[in-house]
């Protein structure tokens, strides 16, 4: 059974670039969630997709775009790249239903130079 | 405030001993609480997951929840090096409860 799986696990890009993440959900999960984590901090919530939508979102920039699939899987864009946006990008996967727990993936690794 | 605080350490504790790792939470309306383990270059793994007060076992862990102090634990018996890892504890967001907050995280060593 596949657990949460995202691709590339690492990733160079520069300041005012664009980049796209991707996510694939725990089989059986209907929702997926991203999150930021930067070093020696815990991950905070980007936002929320299920039933193609995105449903609930962090306080993160306008800059920070996703969209999910009929399949599930999900992407993750972020626009014009800043120096602050270099961090750990990790997928968690859930089934709909309130409060239902959250698995991770691997994450991406995001380099800004 | 922060919502969850965490000690973000770092623990360095000798094998074989009892762990215990701690964090608060400031608003009661949080209900559910879990703990996640984080090894280096991975992804946080789910550890345990509980709703009421009072204690909840699971191998060589346990969560513990106190809901009137607003204050969530997890013991770690008879401790292992594989045991070393960073260890996050967080809750979903009260009316946004696809948002999980975390805690800062513990790092934790356990020295064969």
């Known amino acids: 059974d596949a657990g949460v799986t995202q691709s590339p696990t690492h990733l160079i890009k520069t300041r005012g670039q664009q980049v796209t993440l991707r996510c694939s959900p725990k089989s059986g999960h209907d929702t997926v969630s991203w999150y930021q984590q930067a070093l020696g901090q815990g991950p905070q919530f980007i936002f929320q997709y299920y039933e193609e939508e995105e449903r609930q979102r962090g306080n993160f920039p306008d800059r920070f775009s996703g969209h999910q699939f009929p399949n599930y899987s999900s992407e993750l864009n972020v626009n014009a790249l800043l120096l602050g946006d270099s961090a750990l990008y990790l997928c968690?996967?859930?089934?709909?239903?309130?409060?239902?727990?959250?698995?991770f993936g691997d994450g991406t690794r995001l380099s800004i130079l | 405030q922060k919502e969850v605080e965490q000690d973000p350490g770092p623990l360095s504790v000798p094998e074989g001993a009892i762990v215990s790792l701690n964090c608060t939470y400031s608003?009661?309306?949080?209900?559910?609480f879990m703990w996640y383990r984080q090894y280096s270059r991975k992804g946080p793994e789910l550890l345990m997951y509980t709703y009421s007060s009072g204690n909840k076992e699971d191998g060589r862990f346990t969560a513990q929840v106190d809901k009137s102090s607003k204050y969530i634990s997890l013991f770690i018996r008879d401790s292992q090096p594989s045991d070393s890892a960073t260890y996050l504890c967080?809750?979903?967001?009260?009316?946004?409860?696809?948002?999980?907050?975390f805690g800062q995280g513990t790092e934790l060593s356990v020295k064969p």
């Open positions: 968690a996967s859930s089934l709909r239903t309130a409060n239902q727990p959250q698995h």
């Open positions: 967080a809750t979903p967001h009260y009316n946004q409860g696809g948002k999980l907050i």
């Open positions: 608003n009661s309306a949080f209900q559910y």
